[in-house]
């Protein structure tokens, strides 16, 4: 079994615990316009031109972006941290695209992660089939999950898909007791304004709840990656959240009892 | 800081460095009485330190609570011409260089050529090596294979042990007076010899009771016209203080920083050793007196702080002695290697770190000083808020502290022979260098081009930059059929130019034996009076030897590209190659790109790379570790460049890695600049792949953009990568943090970044300070890879 892998990005500080691998998986069921991954969204291999300097000439060399690889070859590579991981209870985080979307290959990396005693993040969009969602987030010792918008509508404006299978998902973990971090962007003009960070806030339970939020302020550091790959980057015109925004907007989930964290 | 340590801050920074005369003068005066060239050498040199000590004229600021400097003022410096002459177009040279420059007055000039040059001239040490030094040796060292370290300044590197601060010169002339009644001249042969060097580390010890005795009297001269009650009393207590040490023990933290003070002019005005002297472990050496005192409430940590930055300021007054030629090419800095350790563990191996190593981490972070360089050891055993208080000095950007593994240090020293005791009181000087404080002699001897040893090899020894046939024919490398051929021919071509030096290095050793030795020094470095020789002769406990080799990263690229491109997928040929390198790759772009961006690279974590790190780096240690000199001492390895790796990649054409002909090589232990694509883990992890404990230091440099530090976990983080790299067995650890952005509006707006400093190799230094291809260098290793 191969798996279309984009990038395996050692001494990762923002996506989990501790210092920790991140495996990025190829192919996203969404299309955010802010994706900070466009390389990413599509499942196949895909062939570039990057040009290089080399002795004053820039060259064009052709690139590989996404390298097919087996289960075993992705946790060698990922196994080459392992002093990091122990050092700081870190481990690998499976993100993308959407690792959801190679469900068996994901799976079998987490079993061989969980044979060497690895501690495993799922990091996922939460868009798929319950039972396809289940069948990760079931075994991951933790899940990003990201919460876009609770209005379908919106949603799939932006995304590209309606938010119901994800709240679906999100619902189901909450109740199953899934250890989770819920992750919101803040985007100026989507989803960053109180009253819709209210509603979201009400999506989780506000006792009881093991989970935590994680705020994510939109970023521009993606543009020159859209500019790269030749692809239009729908969010020229929206500016980055303020300090005191991001602040504020943690304010709202901070007094309804939960544990709130910024950036990433 | 308060008012009084912000003038004397500002009064250090503002100091322009400039040429002393007066020391040069003094000893040119001494040494030409008719009557000084029957003594023994040891003697001359013992009264020739009181005579400078005796006529030196004094300096003492306004405020000061630390009485003394090496010149007439802050940043006035001298010079030795007894060890290295300078010429009138030296002196025009230091006076009118863009980069590190010392102004050079008239009265000075004349002096020169009226007195200095005409007397020193084939009498200094430098001259008395070149004239002993074999052709093959000057022709390596035109070549840029090696630099020596001893052609202009004095062997030293080392730092002060437990006795220095709990010693006073009526000890250690007690301890002189026993050794030379013990001294059996029936028995022994050296007994004359030892005798004469005795006598001079007594008069040497004399020499510093008198400048401390003038130091006393001056201020005591000030006292009454003194206005201000609060600063009277701080005179008398300065003046009495100065009356007491160095002649006795100290026996308060004020007294112990005067104490050390006085002794580091000593060593310094002796002689001009390398990396100056160091109080070395800092935090240890002060904590009996600072306990004691702030128990007894004669101290307050206030106060202590204080005097701690006073103290600060000191270093930072005393520029390194003037360099020229290679030696500045190699060591081109202001900056003269003083390395404060905090940290690390105690003789019998428990955690050592106190109240005052977090007092010291403040006072760097608040001083903000390029001299003295700081250090943490963090030891296993060390709690982790050490490190995570040294980070957070680290990420303000100014490359201080750097950070050690005690754990390795004592194993490296153990593996050379010490004492698990004398390894544990022991840390790291100079740039990275593992030594045995109070108890070793390490001399650094010279760096060594790696690359240049390749080049030499894939030319079968003869030398693209000059044509002449520099080294042994080792083979044409494109008749060679395996990378096995390739290997042993670099092998051969190593070791010519390793035993060439190491003979050139011997023979120097016996010239500063014999010529200069330093009898002060000695008498404070144990065992030196016991075994009643010199620290430049052997006389130390333990006596190492480094020369330190230079261009590990491109080294293992290079080698990478051989075997990998040539012989493994046989992309090209070894004549081609060869013609690519001959033309610096011009017309051969596609082929450069390939060579640079589809080779592996060390820095990666990549096996296919990094297996040819550890190829280079045992190639080095066997060609050098344990081979002996005349002075008892093993020579041994340490991988490190100050800025050598400027100088060396000057002298070598275009080489199988891409890098274009002249530019850089990679420095200490780091990747090639550009080449680590993986992050600082994957770094660590291929710079881990070759044993650090058989060497005596290796450097390790590292980047980050000040954007990593903008949440709180990042310290934790960048401690636990600091913690797997010494889990590792990893040396030593230093960081960048400023973006390679910033460095370009510095590069273009020097004025607007006056104050900007930066971590270059084993040290920090002003931005500005730096020649265009270092500040050229460091912004291509701090540029962030992009997607």
Known sequence: ?264 | MNERIRLLRQNSLDAVNRISGERAGLVTGFYRQPSIAALPVPVQRGMALKHIMQHKGLYFGQGELIAGERGPEPKAVPTYPEVCVHSLQDLEILDSRPKVSYKVDEETRALYRDEVIPFWTGRCVRDHMFKALPDTWKQAYQAGIFTEFMEQRAPGHTVAGEKVFGKGMNDLMADIDQALDKLDYLNDMEALAKAEELQGMRLACEALVVLAGRYASLIEARIPAEKDPGRRDELLEMAAICRKVPANAPETFHEALQHYWFIHLGVITELNPWDSFNPGRLDQHLWPFYSRELAAGTLTKERATELLQAFWIKFNNHPAPPKVGVTAQESNTYTDFCLINVGGVKADGSDAVNELSYLILDVIEEMRLLQPSSMVQLSKKNPDALIHRAIRIIKTGFGQPSVFNTDAIVQELMRQGKTPEDARRGGASGCVEAGAFGTEAYILTGYFNLPKILELTLNNGRDPLTGEQTGPQTGDPALFSTYDEFQIAFRKMLQHFVDIKIAGSNLIEKIWATHMPAPFLSSIIDDCILNGRDYNAGGARYNTSYIQGVGLGTMTDCLTAIHEQVFRHKRYSMANLLKMLAVNFEGYEDELAVLLYKTPKYGNDDDLADVHAKEVFEAYFEAIDGRKSPRGAAYRIEMLPTTCHVYFGSKINALPDGRLAGKPLSEGISPVQGADRKGPSAVIKSAAKFDHIKSGGTLLNQKFSPDFFRDETAIVKLGQLIRAYFRMDGHHIQFNVVSADTLRKARHHPEAFSNLIVRVAGYSDYFNDLTPELQEEIIRRTEQEQM
């Open chain 1, 1 to 264: 079994m191969k798996g279309c892998v984009f990038d395996i990005r050692h001494y990762s500080v923002h996506d989990g615990p501790g210092i920790r691998t991140a495996v990025f998986l190829k192919g996203c069921p969404l299309r955010c316009r802010w994706c900070h991954n466009p390389e990413g969204l599509e499942p196949e291999p895909v062939e570039v031109c990057r040009e290089r300097p080399a002795g004053g000439k820039t060259i064009r060399l052709a690139e590989t972006i996404g390298k097919l690889m087996t289960p075993a070859e992705v946790a060698e590579e990922v196994m080459k941290s392992r002093i990091f991981f122990e050092e700081s209870g870190g481990g690998v985080t499976f993100t993308g695209g959407e690792p959801l979307m190679q469900v068996e290959f994901t799976e079998a990396c987490m079993h061989l992660m969980e044979t060497g005693n690895i501690h495993t993040t799922l990091d996922t969009c939460g868009y798929a089939l319950p039972d396809v969602y289940n069948r990760i987030a079931a075994r991951a010792n933790l899940i990003l999950f990201d919460l876009k918008h609770y209005d379908s509508g919106i949603h799939q404006r932006y995304t590209g898909v309606p938010s119901g299978p994800v709240l679906a998902n999100l619902r189901a973990s909450i109740e199953a007791g899934f250890p989770l971090i819920v992750r919101i962007p803040l985007i100026p003009g989507f989803n960053l304004s109180t009253d819709t960070l209210i509603r979201m806030a009400g999506i989780l339970p506000a006792t009881g709840w093991s989970g935590q939020v994680n705020l994510l302020p939109y970023h521009r550091i993606a543009m020159h990656k859209y500019e790269k790959l030749g692809l239009g980057y729908g969010m020229k015109d929206i500016r980055q959240p303020s300090a005191a925004e991001v602040e504020q907007a943690a304010e709202i989930f901070r007094e309804r009892g939960f544990v709130v964290t910024t950036g990433g």
